[in-house]
């Protein structure tokens, strides 16, 4: 069986024909995460066109895909997922093809859990741009803690890793706080000078457009080099993503993935301060492949229309 995989992030869209237990071929483009009143599915499908016609693999009438599996972020309801299911619908048939495969539309965190622990029970933390906590119990049924976005918290996750940095370097251009070397990435992000303290101020003072994330895998490179205040940060959103997992019995299986917890010493931090072991799951797509590989069909959460 030949499918189709997307994982669509907030900071990329990851994605990948797969033919039955292997990845024939795959690719990384820019998020289409959609937005308020904007779906985002013509980004989607006209990249998606682009993507299948330039493919070295072959998915002719004689070797056509099968199914569709989409990840998205920012697609939970009910009524989000048929929403953007019809939108797909449409821009798929005018964009890559006039006639529909079967598809399923899921939030990307769900796509990461069931990439991780098949239909069973489990739980996956998930720490990148943000952070999120989802579990599927013996039921089927999912449970969710985090995921807010970064206006109301995504504590731990690298936006927020990130904003910690700029209001560090921001007490210590006040006086207030201590010195750190966390002042060379925020500069870096601001475009500006690191030396010069007046330019990182106003650029600091007036940013408008912020996007902390970019910030939150130095924040941990600092902290394993010893920055005091990186390593204060680290400790505080180790413990805060702990806490995702706080509530849940020892007995559930729970699985990281995200470009934050490539980091050993913050999922070591996690580990401790949620004292359980954690295991790390290094690519969505390819562990879902496995796991469609061994069963020999997709997952029956997968298969849904």
Known sequence: ???????GGGTSTDIAVCDGVSIATRSSLPSVKPTAGNPKT??????LGSFLATSPVDHTEEAPLHALVIGMAGIWSDAERYSYRQALRESWQTYVSPSMIPFVVMSDAELALTS???NGQGAILIAGTGSIMLMRDTEDHLHRCGGWGPLIDDAGGG???GQQ???AVARMLDGRGPETQLIRPVASYLRVDSSDHAAVRNALRTTTAPSFARIGSAVLQYADELDAVALDIREQGARELALLISSLEKSINVTVYGSL????????GVERYSDRTLTLMDDVVASLVDKIGRADMLPPSLARQ
């Open 1 to 7: 069986m030949r499918f189709l995989v997307i994982d």
């Open 42 to 47: 013509d980004e989607l499908c006209r990249m």
């Open 116 to 118: 991780a622990h098949g």
């Open 159 to 161: 936006y927020w890793l």
């Open 165 to 167: 940095a700029c209001a």
């Open 261 to 268: 917890m490539r980091n050993e010493s913050y999922r070591r």
